[in-house]
């Protein structure tokens, strides 16, 4: 596989209230729906008739894949699924620190060491989607995958030995999309794309061999805006 498009799901209603969204499964609001319509119109001509498309399997995944790529055949997974945020998913930055108090602190200050309660360590995310990765670098000349933010840049950050906390800024928006190519050497590299919202994606270049301490707000924004505070 030389080339790799990385599609982000449309819009949630937990999207649009800037809710944490992990592995729970709310569907596409309208406007995502649109989003993804508007997606498959981007990627017109990049998937062939009955070519595998990747997604998590979880719906608003999957609801994007079959509007914007209907005629994909489809191949959910579910190592493809956002980070699991336990306890804390399904509330909002501020709702969750008035909920949880210190163990939601504690938990933003060091993901690692203090995982959500019922969630996932960042370690077992990416020993997840470096599963699913290791089963698809062969294959169709070009992959495709719809998922979420935080996939997205595990999945940079697995193919560049890169840190997860900087491959995230490279999340698009929802309904958006990058690419990244290889080449003959076997170096992975980004594409930038305009993304749904009409904008540049925003595509840092990261040294090839850097792995630092998680961002907290990395993992507290993987479904939103790098910003947690911020409108995803």
């Known amino acids: 596989m030389n080339e790799l498009i990385l599609a ?6 937990w999207n649009e209230a800037r809710r944490l969204q992990g592995a729970s499964d709310p569907p596409l609001s309208q406007a995502g729906r ?11 001509g990049s998937v062939s008739q009955g070519q595998i498309v990747w997604t998590s399997d979880l719906r608003r995944a999957r609801e994007t894949a079959r509007l914007a790529l209907p005629e994909g055949r489809l191949r959910p ?30 938990w933003a200050a060091d993901p690692e060491a203090a995982p959500p309660p019922g969630g996932e360590t960042l370690k077992e995310f990416r020993a997840r989607v470096a599963g699913w990765l290791a089963e698809v670098r062969t294959g169709d000349r070009r992959g495709v995958v719809v998922a979420h933010g935080g996939v997205i840049g595990m999945i940079h950050a697995l193919l560049t030995f890169g840190s997860f906390s900087k491959s995230r800024l490279l999340m698009p928006p929802t309904g958006g999309f990058v690419e990244l190519r290889r080449s ?16 540049k994606s925003r595509i840092s270049r990261f040294p ?9 707000v990395t993992t507290a924004t993987l479904e939103g805006n790098p910003d947690p505070k911020a409108s995803p």
């Open 8 to 13: 982000r799901h449309g819009a949630t209603a």
């Open 77 to 106: 997974d579910a190592r493809l699924r956002e980070y699991d945020f336990g306890v804390f998913d399904g509330s909002t930055w501020e709702e969750n620190e008035s909920t949880h108090g210190n163990l939601f602190r504690e």
């Open 184 to 199: 003959p050497a076997g170096a992975w590299t980004l594409v930038a794309p305009e993304t749904s919202s009409g904008k």
């Open 34 to 44: 649109a989003e993804a319509r508007l997606l498959g119109s981007r990627l017109a």
């Open 208 to 216: 090839d061999s850097e792995e630092g301490p998680a961002n907290p």
